[in-house]
């Protein structure tokens, strides 16, 4: 079986296609779409942003994504829509008349990205509730345009979309048999149901398991490297749920962080603003909770936060089910708790205790759709003014998310004052000896991992401590 999608209400079908083209190289090459740009192939600038739609419920779903790291198989039975697809006959929809007529495209490069982003929100794509500025967060200008291009988004809030024929269409597409193929000897499979993926991943317990291609897809884009045998999750429907109960809330692997934003955020607000800061619009429209987890980086913005929340990992195979503190997962750098034909069905977050102290700080080189240089996330439960629990982790500390024992042993026990936190954030520097990078050097990282606590402190006595007072500690 080859792809199929819709595109503008036809349908393409890709009878043998390669399950590492991106849906980028054949917008621009055999389709002739070549108003949707190549700009840094890794889904950082947003000059390939499309949107992306499915049927949920009697209704579709439209997300903003790029385009440069979305492999084939990631569209079969889906709609997609295209900067093309805006102005039928050559006539600008009002979005692209404002953008035209107020300065917001200057050398033009961007501007379909931009134009794309901008629709999705005004149509009510998936993230639509944002303010604008972060609905284009993952659209670079390198023109410095923003003032206008913001102002053409606010302009235009909201345009009426009928989707009627796009659900005719979606509906024609749909199928309930798992999709397969093969190129050049490397196989594909976009299974239907979790039951499906056991099967397949029992036959071929070495795939590389595809939820959203974030990271995957630059192995392809820049590592170049040849994937023998992929699985793609995104279609298996059972695993798309989130549940919300009084003990806390379970995401399921294929759980969008665009998605989870909400469940997240009612936990306590701090995870929301972390997840507003994962990547742009189109990254968290793509990729999953669960997949963050299971790619083990020891730089994930998710695992640091949800081990200080005491998560939970569930794993499926063949074999059955098995379930782990989150933090035992990561076993060394590039190294998962995971075995053969294994995969990470959900994670669950319980909910907070009462006399929870909570902070989730995130650091890095700019403050919107950046790779964190260090992450702290702290969890203290205090009762009668004494701290009887704590769980301090952090991401870009060590080879894996970790927690800081040292920093943990310093806090419980003491008082919640002034001295318990000077005591643990000098207890906190012997936790780690991390490495020196682009992002930082070990040095400016075991000092401001030790400011992260500190501006736990000061906000819990009401002092209002920015990102920019902890970068200069």
């Given at each position: 079986m080859g792809v199929r999608f819709l595109l503008d209400g036809s349908v393409v079908e890709l009878a043998e296609p390669d399950p590492t083209a991106t849906l980028l190289e054949t917008l621009r090459?055999?389709?002739?779409?070549?108003?949707?740009?190549?700009?840094?192939?890794?889904?950082?600038?947003?000059?390939?942003?499309?949107?992306?739609?499915?049927?949920?419920?009697?209704?579709?779903?439209?997300r903003a994504v790029n385009a440069c790291i979305l492999f084939l198989p990631m569209i079969h039975g889906k709609a997609v829509m295209t900067v093309d697809s805006l102005a039928p006959g050559g006539k600008l929809n009002p979005l692209q008349a404002c953008m035209a007529a107020n300065g917001s495209s200057q050398c033009g490069f961007c501007t379909p990205g931009f134009a794309m982003s901008l629709h999705g929100r005004a149509i009510g794509a998936l993230g639509s509730e944002l303010p604008v500025a972060d609905a284009i967060a993952g659209n670079l200008c390198r023109c410095t345009g923003y003032g206008p291009i913001l102002e053409a988004g606010e302009t235009v809030p909201r345009l009426a979309q009928d989707d009627g024929a796009v659900l005719a269409g979606l509906s024609e597409l749909a199928g309930h048999a798992m999709a397969s193929g093969s190129f050049e000897g490397r196989q594909w499979f976009v299974p239907r149901s979790s039951d499906e993926l056991v099967e397949v991943l029992a036959a071929h317990p070495q795939a590389r398991i595809v939820a959203g291609a974030t990271d995957v897809g630059l192995w392809v884009t820049k590592g170049l490297r040849d994937l023998d045998c992929l699985v793609f999750i995104g279609d298996v429907a059972d695993l798309k749920a989130i549940e919300e109960t009084p003990e806390g809330v379970r995401l399921s692997a294929g759980v969008r962080y665009a998605e989870a934003h909400g469940a997240l955020a009612r936990l306590h607000p701090d995870l929301g603003e972390l997840v507003r800061r994962i990547g742009g619009l189109q990254v968290r429209s793509s990729a999953t909770v669960c997949g963050n987890i299971a790619n083990g980086s020891p730089i994930g913005d998710g695992p640091p936060a949800l081990i200080a929340l005491g998560a939970e990992l569930t794993l499926r195979s063949a074999a059955g089910r098995r379930t782990m503190p989150l933090e035992d997962y990561f076993l060394d750098y590039g190294k998962q708790d995971r075995r053969p034909g294994e995969f990470v069905e959900s994670v669950f977050v319980p909910r907070l205790a009462a006399g929870s102290v909570v902070h989730v700080s995130k650091l890095s080189r700019r403050f919107d759709s950046d790779i964190s240089a260090v992450?702290?996330?702290?969890?203290?439960?205090?009762?009668?003014?004494?701290?009887?629990?704590?769980?301090?982790?952090?991401?870009?500390?060590?080879?894996?998310?970790?927690?800081?024992?040292?920093?943990?042993?310093?806090?419980?026990?003491?008082?919640?004052?002034?001295?318990?936190?000077?005591?643990?954030?000098?207890?906190?520097?012997?936790?780690?000896?991390p490495l020196s990078d682009v992002r930082g050097s070990a040095a400016y990282r075991i000092e401001v991992a030790s400011a992260l606590l500190w501006r736990l402190w000061h906000r819990e006595q009401g002092v209002a401590v920015s990102v920019l007072d902890v970068e200069a500690c």
């Amino acid at each position: 079986m080859g792809v199929r999608f819709l595109l503008d209400g036809s349908v393409v079908e890709l009878a043998e296609p390669d399950p590492t083209a991106t849906l980028l190289e054949t917008l621009r090459g055999p389709l002739r779409r070549t108003g949707t740009k190549e700009g840094c192939a890794e889904g950082d600038c947003g000059a390939c942003t499309v949107l992306v739609g499915e049927a949920v419920g009697a209704a579709v779903q439209w997300r903003a994504v790029n385009a440069c790291i979305l492999f084939l198989p990631m569209i079969h039975g889906k709609a997609v829509m295209t900067v093309d697809s805006l102005a039928p006959g050559g006539k600008l929809n009002p979005l692209q008349a404002c953008m035209a007529a107020n300065g917001s495209s200057q050398c033009g490069f961007c501007t379909p990205g931009f134009a794309m982003s901008l629709h999705g929100r005004a149509i009510g794509a998936l993230g639509s509730e944002l303010p604008v500025a972060d609905a284009i967060a993952g659209n670079l200008c390198r023109c410095t345009g923003y003032g206008p291009i913001l102002e053409a988004g606010e302009t235009v809030p909201r345009l009426a979309q009928d989707d009627g024929a796009v659900l005719a269409g979606l509906s024609e597409l749909a199928g309930h048999a798992m999709a397969s193929g093969s190129f050049e000897g490397r196989q594909w499979f976009v299974p239907r149901s979790s039951d499906e993926l056991v099967e397949v991943l029992a036959a071929h317990p070495q795939a590389r398991i595809v939820a959203g291609a974030t990271d995957v897809g630059l192995w392809v884009t820049k590592g170049l490297r040849d994937l023998d045998c992929l699985v793609f999750i995104g279609d298996v429907a059972d695993l798309k749920a989130i549940e919300e109960t009084p003990e806390g809330v379970r995401l399921s692997a294929g759980v969008r962080y665009a998605e989870a934003h909400g469940a997240l955020a009612r936990l306590h607000p701090d995870l929301g603003e972390l997840v507003r800061r994962i990547g742009g619009l189109q990254v968290r429209s793509s990729a999953t909770v669960c997949g963050n987890i299971a790619n083990g980086s020891p730089i994930g913005d998710g695992p640091p936060a949800l081990i200080a929340l005491g998560a939970e990992l569930t794993l499926r195979s063949a074999a059955g089910r098995r379930t782990m503190p989150l933090e035992d997962y990561f076993l060394d750098y590039g190294k998962q708790d995971r075995r053969p034909g294994e995969f990470v069905e959900s994670v669950f977050v319980p909910r907070l205790a009462a006399g929870s102290v909570v902070h989730v700080s995130k650091l890095s080189r700019r403050f919107d759709s950046d790779i964190s240089a260090v992450l702290g996330a702290f969890a203290l439960t205090v009762e009668a003014g004494t701290i009887t629990a704590a769980r301090v982790a952090f991401g870009g500390m060590a080879a894996t998310p970790r927690r800081a024992a040292g920093c943990e042993a310093a806090l419980v026990g003491k008082p919640f004052s002034e001295a318990a936190i000077a005591a643990a954030a000098e207890a906190l520097k012997g936790d780690f000896s991390p490495l020196s990078d682009v992002r930082g050097s070990a040095a400016y990282r075991i000092e401001v991992a030790s400011a992260l606590l500190w501006r736990l402190w000061h906000r819990e006595q009401g002092v209002a401590v920015s990102v920019l007072d902890v970068e200069a500690c």
